[in-house]
């Protein structure tokens, strides 16, 4: 069952989550601020991170490794947590570069 949030902005009616994050900006660097341990990766079964990435920029490809891709990260940190094999080890991008909520 797929959910749809809502939010009420003042004047603007609603606006559905997606919408929202249409709206931020991304600078993005050429070096990855999210790093896999594909061997951790390899021998997990639930594969958390692919469910709990809100910007949904967890993979498997065609070898069945784990890829992310870091350019429209929403820097949450929820793929840190979601892992409980301690295979993402991420930080925040670089100065100048990451993502700029426009709506807060």
């Not at 594969?47 to 870091?70: D, G, H, T, W």
Request: proline share 3%; with cysteine.
């Amino acid at each position: 069952m797929i959910r749809t949030l809502w939010f009420f902005l003042p004047g603007e009616g609603k606006m559905k989550i997606t919408e929202k994050l249409a709206i931020d900006a991304f600078k993005n660097d050429k070096e990855t601020h999210i790093l896999l341990d594909q061997k951790v990766c390899h021998t997990c079964k639930e594969r958390f991170c692919i469910y709990a990435c809100p910007a949904n920029l967890y993979s498997l490809n065609e070898k069945e490794e784990m890829v992310v891709e870091f350019a429209g990260c929403l820097e949450c940190g929820t793929c840190m947590i979601a892992c409980i094999y301690g295979s993402v080890q991420w930080k925040y991008p670089r100065s100048e570069f990451g993502v700029q909520y426009r709506f807060g």
